[in-house]
């Protein structure tokens, strides 16, 4: 990831687990976007209240996926065991935003390099502190939006088992599905494997 990426706020984005289970099966299926698209809003898979945020959501689900451009990784999403499903979406959010891989590279991979299972608000702040200072981009946000996009980011470390509830202070031994971690060896991606605690290859 270069540091030179665009950032952009996630303060509306969710972790989706269901949602992108779900698109993942229809994918493996051999549907076309227009035909998940169609599946979903006519079936409303998702249970969503109005065909807006079907769309919307069914549209999140779909680049997030494709932007994996891997169908190992789809048919995990989409098979899995829940927890192993569950670091393959977590994979997926960190490949599509940069806020999210910068979060899960600099602070959640350097706890577990350091064997340091401590986390805080503090870890949060000192995080956005050094993006704010770096980026001007994010150091245009508001303080409304960096407080969403912190929530965010605790969401994702609770929904993949990292943290027990919002009250934890210390973070779960993770242990990486073991087909993520062939792929991110093959592929030389030693900082996205330290994310899932395993340093093997770097």
Same mark, same amino acid.
């Given at each position: 990831?270069?540091?030179?990426?665009?950032?952009?706020?996630?303060?509306?984005? $969710?972790?989706?687990?269901?949602?992108?289970?779900?698109?993942?099966?229809?994918?493996?299926?051999?549907?076309?976007?227009?035909?998940?698209?169609?599946?979903?809003?006519?079936?409303?898979?998702?249970?969503?209240?109005?065909?807006?945020?079907?769309?919307?959501?069914?549209?999140?689900?779909?680049?997030?996926?494709?932007?994996?451009?891997?169908?190992?990784?789809?048919?995990?999403?989409?098979?899995?065991?829940?927890?192993?499903?569950? $670091?393959?979406?977590?994979?997926?959010?960190? @490949?599509?935003?940069?806020?999210?891989?910068? /979060?899960?590279? &600099?602070?959640?991979?350097?706890?577990?390099? $350091?064997?340091?299972?401590?986390?805080?608000?503090?870890?949060?702040?000192?995080?956005?502190?050094?993006?704010?200072?770096?980026?001007?981009?994010?150091?245009?946000?508001?303080?409304?939006?960096?407080?969403?996009?912190?929530?965010?980011?605790?969401?994702?470390?609770?929904?993949?088992?990292?943290?027990?509830? &919002? @009250?934890?202070?210390?973070?779960?031994?993770?242990?990486?599905?073991?087909?993520?971690?062939?792929?991110?060896?093959?592929? @030389?991606?030693?900082?996205?494997?330290?994310?899932?605690?395993? /340093?093997?290859?770097?």
């Amino acid at each position: 990831m270069e540091e030179s990426r665009s950032y952009k706020t996630i303060t509306r984005e $969710q972790f989706l687990f269901h949602e992108m289970r779900t698109t993942a099966k229809l994918l493996i299926e051999g549907k076309t976007d227009e035909e998940i698209f169609d599946e979903i809003k006519r079936s409303n898979l998702f249970q969503f209240p109005t065909e807006k945020s079907l769309t919307n959501i069914t549209s999140v689900c779909l680049r997030r996926i494709h932007n994996l451009n891997n169908p190992r990784l789809t048919e995990m999403i989409a098979n899995g065991a829940p927890a192993s499903a569950k $670091q393959a979406c977590f994979f997926a959010m960190m @490949k599509y935003y940069h806020l999210v891989w910068d /979060f899960a590279t &600099t602070v959640i991979a350097e706890k577990y390099r $350091q064997k340091d299972f401590s986390y805080s608000r503090r870890d949060l702040n000192s995080f956005f502190t050094r993006l704010q200072e770096q980026n001007d981009e994010v150091a245009s946000w508001s303080d409304e939006t960096i407080t969403r996009c912190k929530k965010v980011l605790n969401r994702i470390l609770i929904e993949t088992e990292y943290l027990d509830s &919002t @009250k934890s202070e210390t973070l779960n031994p993770v242990l990486i599905d073991q087909e993520l971690k062939d792929i991110l060896i093959e592929n @030389k991606d030693y900082a996205s494997l330290a994310v899932f605690n395993c /340093f093997e290859g770097a």
